[in-house]
T-cell receptor, first 113, second 113 residues
Framework: DAKTTQPPSMDCAEGRAANLPCNHS???????VYWYRQIHSQGPQYIIHGLKNNETNEMASLIITEDRKSSTLILPHATLRDTAVYYC??????????????FGTGTRLKVLA | DSGVTQTPKHLITATGQRVTLRCSPR?????VYWYQQSLDQGLQFLIQ???????AKGNILERFSAQQFPDLHSELNLSSLELGDSALYFC????????????FGEGSWLTVV
């Protein structure tokens, strides 16, 4: 299974962009990169996903390197409510035609006032 | 609110006992996933069902079992409970077995004493 590596923690000033890196050097060509976040012990919340191209939605942007071995999640204007653990996940196909979402240890982002 | 409903929210039980956790997926979702989150293990994938059939298995103990019913709700049964089974158990759902995006419930806190 492809695995992801993230820094354990990061700080970001409120109002600034938060750039969260992720390494997934063993990713296969058909495996998507997903980002979720977990605030306290709530259920993980979907943020964004991508395969090759950069993606943007109302929450964040996802930048994937051309070799697909790493990606960066960008929160353009971080607020205190963005303080959470951010998980970079590779969606791995299973023999039955479904997918498993393999969570790593995540990055604990703290947004500072 | 993701639309995924889990009950009970909190449960305390003794070692050796058996409990059942229940999950109602989002309306229209046919696929259900179960995850376990303990302090030292992060989010671990347990099992996935699609339209009543088991489709993928992760690190699920033999003492644990799950099923998905015709109305698409799912139950996770945990038996012969041990102290180490204390964790937050999440259910997630998606429309298809390919699980393009999965949405998590708020979890069930299980404490084994």
């Amino acid at each position: 299974d492809a695995k992801t590596t993230q820094p354990p923690s990061m700080d970001c000033a409120e109002g600034r962009a938060a750039n969260l890196p992720c390494n997934h050097s063993t990713i296969s060509g058909n495996e998507y990169v997903y980002w979720y976040r977990q605030i306290h012990s709530q259920g993980p919340q979907y943020i964004i996903h991508g395969l090759k191209n950069n993606e943007t939605n109302e929450m964040a942007s996802l930048i994937i390197t051309e070799d697909r071995k790493s990606s960066t999640l960008i929160l353009p204007h971080a607020t205190l409510r963005d303080t959470a653990v951010y998980y970079c996940i590779v969606r791995v196909p299973t023999p039955s035609g479904t997918y498993k979402y393999i969570f790593g240890t995540g990055t604990r982002l703290k947004v500072l006032a | 609110d993701s639309g995924v409903t889990q009950t009970p929210k909190h449960l305390i039980t003794a070692t050796g006992q058996r409990v059942t956790l229940r999950c109602s997926p989002r309306s229209g979702d046919l696929s259900v996933y179960w995850y376990q989150q303990s302090l030292d293990q992060g989010l671990q994938f347990l099992i996935q069902y699609y339209n009543g059939e088991e489709r993928a298995k992760g690190n699920i103990l033999e003492r644990f079992s799950a099923q998905q019913f015709p109305d698409l709700h799912s139950e996770l049964n945990l038996s012969s409970l041990e102290l180490g089974d204390s964790a937050l158990y999440f259910c997630a759902s998606s429309v298809e077995p390919s699980g393009n995006t999965i949405y998590f419930g708020e979890g069930s806190w299980l404490t084994v004493v």
